[in-house]
């Protein structure tokens, strides 16, 4: 199990503006994972990107990835106040193993 | 999709109290669950993974007699925090991955809180 390790650590933007968050990993992967988290609740999966997939995208995210460089974004178009939240990226190397979490990325948007 | 149910959502004991959480694959079966912990402004920590019909594997640091993980069928793991104590409020977290999937799907978290 390996961990990712999102950049940057904290973003604040007003609402209807984009969002990128970034993923840097070390090793190669089966998936790559992202996370969302609401302040004291349990985490919800966003979208799961596979290794031979360059990009994905499910309603206002697009995640990007490139086994290349070992990095992935997630991207929030048209941010709204209710997508604050921390964001965390999972790689994932393909057994049945845990996953494990940096420190996210703790998104703020202003009305 | 695949449900994890968590139970209780929240929970104040008392110090030295024992305190049970549960965690339901509601739609899958999961031979293995994982249980994690989060202190305030923290992210997530793996605490152990709980084995169907075996014994749990525990993370370093995490006391296996104070964190008692039993993992008695294919769709429950509790995890009882024995003789409870202030230091060990925090959420608590299990999540399981559905075979095949590639995805995790998490219980929506145990807020413990130890008075």
């Known amino acids: 199990s390996q961990q990712g390790e999102e950049d940057p650590q904290a973003l604040s933007i007003q609402e209807g503006e984009n969002a990128t968050m970034n993923c840097s990993y070390k090793?190669?992967?089966?998936?790559l994972q992202w996370y969302r988290q609401n302040s004291g609740r349990g985490l919800v999966h966003l979208i799961l990107?596979?290794?031979?997939?360059r990009e994905k995208h499910s309603g206002r995210l697009r995640v990007t990835l490139d086994t290349s460089k070992k990095s992935s974004s997630l991207l929030i178009t048209a941010s709204r106040a209710a997508d604050t939240a921390s964001y965390f990226c999972?790689?994932?190397?393909?057994?049945?193993?845990?996953?494990?979490f940096g420190k996210g990325t703790k998104l703020s948007v202003k009305p | 999709g695949a449900v994890v149910s968590q139970h209780p959502s929240w929970v104040i004991c008392k110090s030295g109290t024992s305190v049970k959480i549960e965690c339901r694959s509601l739609?899958?079966?999961?031979?293995?669950m994982f249980w994690y912990r989060q202190f305030p402004k923290q992210s997530l920590m793996l605490m152990a993974t709980?084995?169907?019909?075996?014994?749990?594997?525990?993370e370093q640091g995490v006391e296996k007699d104070k964190f008692l993980i039993n993992h008695a069928s294919l769709t429950l793991s509790t995890l009882t925090v024995t003789s409870a104590h202030p230091e060990d409020s925090s959420f608590y977290i299990c999540?399981?991955?559905?075979?095949?999937?590639?995805?995790?799907?998490f219980g929506s978290g145990t807020r413990l809180t130890v008075v």
């Open positions: 999540s399981a991955s559905p075979t095949g999937s590639g995805g995790y799907t």
């Open positions: 090793t190669s992967i089966n998936n």
């Open positions: 990107i596979r290794s031979n997939e």
């Open positions: 999972a790689p994932y190397g393909g057994s049945q193993g845990n996953l494990i």
């Open positions: 739609d899958f079966q999961a031979t293995t």
């Open positions: 709980s084995n169907e019909g075996s014994k749990a594997t525990y």
